[in-house]
Nanobody, 126 residues
């Protein structure tokens, strides 16, 4: 198993930046494909970004492409999401997720992830 704890959320003005982190503990971090999802009030949980076990492959939702960057440090058991040019519509609770994978692939479907963090709130004011 792996335990995930997100941090770095907060209140920021439109156009600003935030960096989210997800600290993992438990089994070897590099065994896991990782992803970021978000959920706004009254809406479903949406895919944001994903990264493969090695970090060699990434994938983004169209809504964040060019503004957000996902990365990981397998030596430090940490997943990050750099969010730039934030918009009010980015306001949501952001979750990191992990799933053990044999191959170095990205996983973009929430239902395929086995482990989730508790979430961190991101609020972007206009």
């Amino acid at each position: 198993q792996v335990q995930l704890v997100e941090s770095g959320g907060g209140l920021v003005q439109a156009g600003g930046s935030l960096r989210l982190s997800c600290a993992a503990s438990g089994r070897t971090f590099s065994f896991y494909a990782m992803g970021w999802f978000r959920q706004a009030p009254g809406k479903e949980r949406d895919f944001v970004a994903a990264i493969s076990r090695s970090g060699g492959s990434t994938y983004y939702a169209d809504s964040v492409k060019g503004r957000f960057t996902i990365s990981r440090d397998n030596a430090k058991n940490t997943l990050s999401l750099q969010m730039d040019s934030l918009k009010p519509e980015d306001t949501a609770v952001y979750y990191c997720a992990a799933d053990s994978r044999l191959h170095d692939i990205v996983v973009i479907t929430a239902g395929e992830y086995s482990y989730w963090g508790q979430g961190t709130q991101v609020t972007v004011s206009s």
